[in-house]
């Protein structure tokens, strides 16, 4: 049984890195899906370990030519995906190529662009299509190369990165929709719509976006059969945001916030935030993917019209706030980590300040064994616009009125311990409890 890799020459050479001369050329990888390991055992297979948001059934049901095992300490080959957001509202997805015991010399990184209006088919493909290619160099070193074949197609195809766009790099979306839920005693009603506009190049980015929401939820007490009590908690929302942002290098950029708001919760009749901000990247941006030290200073008035008198007597004002924030986020093969800090205070009384923390890390400790913890918790001593007076008992309750609080929190901590075999190959869906 022979194994053909379909290939197409594009100026992708880039992108390759590291990899030998017999993958630089190749860009599309087909055919390359032997259903049995034939002649071969399957222990003399490459085994990988798949760490990121892959479709793993599908791969397993598609490229079946290595094993996929269930801890990194027992893969041949670990292999990371990330993914950033694209200006045009796709992604760019980065393979990072991990070889271990006898391949540990060998590393590779592959990144590649998935269209926003791919579909879930195309997009598992395309992933796949390069995990393949990634995975040339090391299958190359096992018995499996007997099996392989290789067609390298020229073709002449123009530079897309000259193409003009029409478009001019901005890029529009519309969304909407809702949800009910409920039962005897209670229901919920839940719309929501936006528009959005972007534009993003590697000097210039902005982004704006215009939404509304309803809710409704309605409480009811019964005695016996007979309904008692009837409570409905409804809000309204609207809001706009735009960033606009300027690059300046590898570790600078400048730019602006300008956010409009209505809340009845928050009790904002009018909100508006005008801030210029700076930020510092300890790392380059180009490996944004990979690891990012943010350091992010904003400063700037707001005014606020209130629905109701705040606990300050105030129906409107107009004020001054700086914020500082910190954000690191490094992913790696043993784990990921990503880590906020942010500190603000008012201007006209420096003792109105916010200050939390958010943390969220997934540790592979030792083999098998693995850490999750998400947390965070703030101290909001600036909450100027929380009513005097709540209203109405049911508006508390019901939680239709934000209310004064010190301190918020949030926990989520687990573990996993996986042993036994370390093959996963089979794919099996019989009784799935993916039932939708």
Same mark, same amino acid.
């Given at each position: ?5 379909? $290939? ?10 590291? $990899?030998?001369? %017999? ?79 006898? %391949?540990?010399? &060998? ?6 662009? /998935? ?12 992933? &796949? =299509? ?18 392989? =074949?290789?067609?390298? #197609? ?6 897309? *990165? ?10 529009? !979306? ?8 409920? #039962? ?13 506009? !972007?534009?993003?190049?590697? =000097? ?23 309904? @008692? ?48 901000? @700076? #930020?510092?990247?300890?790392?380059? %941006? ?10 992010? %200073?904003?400063?700037?008035? =707001? ?27 490094? $992913? ?18 420096? *003792? ?18 693995? /850490? ?11 909450? $100027? ?22 301190? !918020?929190?949030? /926990? ?25």
């Amino acid at each position: 049984m022979d194994c053909v890799l379909d $290939i197409a020459v594009e100026k992708t050479e880039k992108q390759m890195k590291k $990899i030998g001369v %017999y993958a630089i050329v190749a860009l599309l990888i087909l055919g390359f899906v032997p259903k049995t390991f034939g002649q071969h055992k399957r222990s003399e297979a490459l085994n990988i370990y798949l760490d990121g948001d892959f479709d793993k059934q599908f791969l397993k049901e598609n490229f079946t030519i290595v094993n996929y095992v269930r801890d990194r300490l027992e893969a041949d080959v670990h292999i990371q995906m990330t993914a950033m957001a694209t200006g045009g509202g796709g992604r760019e997805f980065s393979l990072f190529f991990f070889g271990q015991k006898k %391949y540990r010399n &060998m590393q590779d990184t592959l990144v590649f662009h /998935l269209d926003a209006n791919f579909s879930k088919d195309e997009k598992r493909r395309e992933t &796949m =299509k390069y995990l393949k290619l990634g995975l040339v160099p090391y299958l190359l070193r096992t018995p499996f190369v007997e099996n392989l =074949k290789l067609q390298i #197609e020229n073709q002449d195809k123009k530079d897309v *990165s000259k193409e003009e766009d029409p478009w001019n790099h901005w890029v529009y !979306s519309v969304h909407a929709g809702g949800f009910a839920t409920g #039962e005897h005693t209670y229901s919920q009603l839940n719309t929501w719509g936006g528009l959005s506009a !972007s534009r993003v190049t590697e =000097k210039f980015k902005f982004e704006s976006s215009l939404n509304g929401s309803f809710n409704r939820r309605i409480f009811n007490s019964y005695d016996g059969n007979e309904l @008692i009590r009837s409570d409905t908690a409804s809000n309204v929302g609207k809001s706009f945001y735009a960033l606009a942002t300027k690059s300046l290098g590898k570790h600078w950029g400048i730019g602006t916030y300008l956010s409009l708001s209505q809340s009845y919760y928050s009790n904002l009749l009018f909100h508006i935030a005008f801030t210029p901000a @700076i #930020e510092y990247n300890v790392f380059d %941006y180009a490996q944004a993917s990979k690891k990012q030290l943010r350091l992010l %200073y904003t400063i700037g008035p =707001k005014y606020n019209q209130y629905y109701d008198t705040t606990g300050f007597d105030k129906t409107e004002e107009l004020v001054g706030q700086q914020s500082i924030s910190a954000i690191f986020k490094y $992913i790696t093969r043993w784990g990921d980590v990503n880590t906020s800090a942010f500190f603000s205070n008012y201007f006209h009384d420096f *003792s109105l300040t916010n200050i939390g923390i958010d943390i969220g890390t997934n540790i592979r400790i030792v083999k098998g064994l693995s /850490l999750r913890f998400n947390g965070s918790i703030s101290f909001p001593h600036d909450q $100027i616009e929380i009513r005097k007076i709540p209203g109405d008992p049911s508006d508390i309750y019901t939680r239709r009125v934000q209310m004064q609080t010190n301190y !918020s929190y949030f /926990l989520n901590v687990g573990f996993s311990y996986t042993f036994g075999s370390i093959y996963n190959n089979v794919v099996n869906p019989r009784f799935d409890r993916n039932y939708h």
